[in-house]
């Protein structure tokens, strides 16, 4: 991607031209080898089809009750950089994919500013069937939820984990810790570093965080490109 291009991204994410950028020779989300082979062994697509299986017809927490669809996760499957978000809103319910409404949006500006494709990633949540009111899922349907989201981690063995967002983080790396404690650093889940940045929908309510969230996204590639080289 030429500098012209991502400046555009990186403005229509709301960060002024002047932010510090990586150069070319600096930027392995978009090398190659950033990215697994898309192809994934046979073995793995029986277990990938199996997982599915499973979540579409789930009923272990009340949230089957309201869901129209289960919202599984979309992407390459053996991809290097997987997101992780909160839960399924009213789009997404809908359409059975995640962030594919206005927070969803952004997150495709935030992918393409640091030279990523929506098809490159593989993108999931905690919960898979929304919240009703878009609240916040409870303790007992994220745990009830929480093996899916592990199992696909376990598939895609990615080399960085993004998650969006508080619920999420605190849910991955057990914690109550508040989001601002939680980014600005590389932590780790089962070995893979993990990054966490405000979602996707808080950074539309509150722009001037989005240069933070801007910053943790550099952290994510700097960690790839240490792990690369």
């Known amino acids: 991607m030429d500098n012209a291009t991502r400046l555009q991204y990186l403005e229509a994410m709301g960060i002024d031209v002047w932010v510090p950028r990586f150069s070319a020779d600096h930027e392995p989300a978009s090398a190659p080898d950033a990215i697994a082979d898309s192809a994934?062994?046979?073995?793995?697509?029986?277990?990938?089809?199996?997982?599915?299986?499973?979540?579409?017809?789930?009923?272990?927490?009340?949230?089957?009750k309201t869901r129209i669809q289960t919202v599984f996760g979309s992407g390459n499957k053996n991809a290097g950089w997987m997101f992780i978000g909160e839960g399924p809103g009213q789009s997404e319910d809908q359409q059975g994919l995640p962030f594919v409404g206005k927070a969803g949006q952004l997150l495709t500006e935030m992918l393409r500013a640091i030279g990523l494709d929506r098809e490159e990633v593989f993108i999931a949540n905690i919960v898979k069937c929304r919240p009703p009111a878009n609240r916040d899922p409870t303790p007992v349907?994220?745990?009830s939820c929480k093996p899916y989201l592990l199992r696909q981690l376990t598939l895609v063995k990615p080399k960085i984990i993004?998650?969006?967002g508080r619920v999420a983080a605190q849910a991955l790396l057990n914690t109550d810790e508040p989001i601002g404690k939680l980014r600005g650093q590389i932590r780790a889940l089962n070995g893979t570093p993990l990054v966490v940045v405000y979602h996707p929908a808080y950074l539309l309510r509150s722009l001037l965080d989005k240069r933070k969230a801007w910053a943790d996204l550099k952290?994510?590639?700097?960690t790839v490109k240490n792990i690369k080289g």
């Open 40 to 64: 994934p062994p046979s073995e793995l697509i029986d277990s990938w089809e199996a997982l599915q299986a499973e979540v579409a017809p789930c009923t272990q927490c009340d949230l089957c």
């Open 141 to 143: 349907e994220i745990e």
């Open 162 to 164: 993004v998650v969006l």
């Open 219 to 222: 952290l994510a590639m700097q």
